[in-house]
């Protein structure tokens, strides 16, 4: 089975009087490193796939299997500690902590997997600084640009080296220079751990630089592998 298995996957949404049906009967396998790119127009469910994927939310019917664990069926404490293991996840509005600096946040992933203090604020630092954030790094969230908001949060997702790494639109936020600069970290990094980068987009140089790429359309997922 491959890494990441839909299987029959159905998504529904009810509101008052009105069913939406956003994800319609996936059954595919996603490759098992490298980085996918999920494109589609906005409110086709991108966000609603990646969440499934991440446990966030649970289908309407149909199963996500991750190495062979069917993740709606894990108990909370289970699924927990799955994610914790093996999934990075930026959503579309990201979340940093107010209280702490810029460094802390970043170093944060790291520091409660374990790691020694000064090793997971070396790194830190290392990561911001490809971001080119060197200059912020005291400063705290609330004392950010959204883009700079965002690149901070794409450092926290990704500093762990999770196996399976989900970016909800990494560079929405962002203009197109420094957009490819972030893919440009991403590659590397991929490349360097060679794990699975699951990202939604509309970006083009991270939809060029993906090694597959899937399109959402009417609640069906299309393969269209350019590599
Ligand atoms: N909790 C919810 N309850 C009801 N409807 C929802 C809910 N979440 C999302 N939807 C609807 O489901 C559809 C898919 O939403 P989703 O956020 O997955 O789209 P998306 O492809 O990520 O869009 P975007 O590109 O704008 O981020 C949208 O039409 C949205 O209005
Ligand atoms: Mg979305």
Redesign the pocket.
Known sequence: MPKIFFDSLSKF?R?TGKT?K?LDSITMGFPERGIIVIA??????????IQIIAGLIKPSFGSVFIDGVEISRLAAYELAWFRRKKIGFKP?TPVLINQLSVLENVALPLLLNYVDRDMAYKAAKELLEEFELSERIYHKPTQLSGGEYERVSVAQTIIGNPPIVIL??PTAHLDLETSKKVANIIRRKQREIDNLYII?TIEESLIEDADSIFY?INGKLYDKSFK
Not at 40 to 49: A, C, H, I, Y
Request: proline share 0%; net charge neutral.
């Open positions: 949404y509101t939406i956003v589609g127009k906005s409110g086709v469910g991108k966000t609603t796939l579309q909800d639109e939604t959402l």
